[in-house]
């Protein structure tokens, strides 16, 4: 099988970066990128910290962090302070567009790692594409990351065999699959149309399904898609189902969700401190709390 990537360009000292969501396939990933290079390269994992994730992500990443032997560094936005959604739906007044532009993508996951970038040095990254995402990969690499470095896929992982290795290494996954949901995103995706995902958060969080109802309709977004057309999440009815959620292909990436190139682009020159602050949001909107990027205080 022909890679997508030149193993050839990696070079001493080189600093390669993963960027682990708290999944399963991307502490694979950084699994096998130090098991193939701590003794020839930097390697540096990386965290986009979301407050709106399952409280368990956090006992998973110390996990990972025990397994690989490293310390897992925070990539964060300091004008959200709090790392959270609500914080952001709340002060932009926008969830997300029918594009699929989400602003806590934008704000939390794509601005964080940009902040991230302009202040530290590294020639590769590494995602969580399984060997079953190469169309993703190819897509990847070519509009957004050349240097990135497709791991999994070049050593054929599946996201099953990614549950498997964790297993076999006594690693417990996020509580978050156990409960029937695809992947380690936040409770309440903006991304998510299906109604058979808003009843799941509805039956396991109730409290959480209520907050994105009352903001989505306070903004006037119709999150859910049910018998053809967007819906109110308060207008679903708690008995309707779409697709299996195992089929469902929601990611909730720090790179490409928005085709828009220059939104929220970061200058070289901007230093994180440049940047406003916002009023502080309360402290019932938190659900887990994290350091800054600099590391834990």
């Known amino acids: 099988m022909t890679s997508l990537f030149d193993y050839s360009r990696i070079k001493k000292d080189d600093t390669i970066v993963v960027w682990f969501s708290c999944g399963a396939a991307s502490a ?17 994992i990386v965290n986009n910290p979301i407050a709106e994730e399952h409280i368990d992500n956090t006992r998973f990443l110390r996990d990972v962090e025990k397994w690989l032997n490293v310390k897992i560094e925070f990539a964060t936005n300091p004008n ?6 609500q914080s952001v739906w709340t002060k932009k007044k926008f969830i997300s567009d029918n594009k699929g532009g989400a602003s806590c993508t ?15 040095q590294f020639q590769f990254l590494v995602m969580g594409f399984t ?17 990135m470095i497709p791991i999994l896929i070049d050593e054929g992982i599946t996201k099953a065999d990614c549950y498997k ?3 076999d290494n006594g690693l417990k996954l996020p509580k978050i699959y156990d409960l029937g949901f695809p992947n380690a995103n936040c409770i309440g995706c903006c991304k998510a149309t299906s109604p058979t995902y808003w009843n799941l958060v509805r039956e396991k969080f109730p409290i959480d399904f209520n907050k ?18 967007r819906i109110f999440l308060d207008e679903l009815p708690i008995d309707a189902q779409g697709r299996k959620l195992k089929s469902m292909d929601i990611e909730c990436g720090i790179f490409c969700e928005d085709r828009r190139k220059n ?10 401190a440049q940047i406003d602050k916002i009023q502080e949001i309360p402290s019932d909107l938190l659900i887990r709390q994290f350091p800054t990027s600099k590391g834990e205080q």
């Open 165 to 167: 290795i964790l297993k």
């Open 263 to 272: 939104r929220f682009q970061v200058k070289k020159s901007q230093k994180p």
């Open 28 to 44: 694979v990933a950084a699994y096998y990128i130090i098991k193939k290079y701590s003794n020839y390269c930097n390697i540096r």
């Open 131 to 147: 060997a079953e995402e190469k169309h993703r990969a190819e897509r990847f690499i070519l509009e957004e990351r050349e240097n």
């Open 212 to 229: 994105r109802s009352e903001i989505s309709r306070s903004l006037n977004v119709k999150l859910v898609r049910y018998k053809g057309k």
């Open 80 to 85: 959200f302070t709090d790392n959270s959604i």
């Open 106 to 120: 934008l704000l939390l996951k794509k601005r964080s790692r940009q902040i991230w970038e302009n202040n530290n």
